[in-house]
DNA sequence: AGATAACTTGTACATATGTACAACATGTGG
DNA sequence: CCACATGTTGTACATATGTACAAGTTATCT
């Protein structure tokens, strides 16, 4: 529901009534409203860590780091890209309550570990982030090309297969 | 109140009372909610393009284009942290609703126009996305020297004056 | 079986919100 | 001055929301 309405579309009543459960319940399991926040956010963050994390590793070890997340990329904000709204809505609640900001951020560390070092890793972070961004904002698809070339400059470990 | 509170902060009584008027003009003036909220992003869109356009006019110009924008988000990541959280507040509600789109995103080319390739512009504008999404969610400032060798890679105008 | 804890349900209440609208004020043409 | 459009105000109403809570049900332990 926050994927589909933000936070604020969250609510007891929408929660209990998705659930199938009387809206009593959702008093009884969450305290006040801040937490039922907090437990759904850290749900969803599992379940795409998960998902992400297992796709990456998959495009990663078939292409190599930079066409891999390339291809990561242009998957998403291709077919994908409705999650990927999901994902942002979810992720980007917690710029409106900042209380939320632990429940939505990952361990980045895991992502890429082992797979390049830090640094290219750390640019990677960067312009993924960016891309994905600005591709949810403007509405618009990137190519795996298109991100190969954003993405190479910054991979010092050149003997990532094609 | 966009950027306190996220569009579902903007309500006819708060905007009334904020701006000192009872609530029955926001009925008079704004049809509804919707027209409303896209009022209200279209203004402060105005407002940050004009400063941030401003701004980075001023910091390419004495520094050149990778250090002028470096210094731009490190200004923006640290001392203008608070700006930049509430201008991505703004700037992300549209994400929830979509039909705000078109209220928030800005005519890229004017902002790099002629001062650098279209090519290194649209890696500049990919990179500071992410920098500055990051930045703001993983609530931390990032250092000039730290964007230039993020930028750098991607300058096909090395005559920029350091 | 009986007692005690855990869970479930329905409902109530104070508050907030979008929107409508009738009354009032103020300007603006002739 | 007078009709009339425009702008302003206060208020009303249906609906949604967070939260509390008393009453019921089910599990668990001895």
Redesign the pocket.
Known sequence: MIARDGI???????AASEAG?????????F????E?ARSSLEYARGQYLARDAARIAELVDEFGIVTGLAHYVAELTGSGRGRLIQEYRVYLSALYVPALRDAVTWPEDRVFDGRTDPRSAAAFHVIIEGVLLRAVMLDIAVSVEEVEALLRPHCSDDSSRG
């Open positions: 604020s579309g969250l609510t007891h009543r929408s459960v009387p809206l009593g319940l959702t008093t009884y399991y305290s006040d409203k801040g039922l």
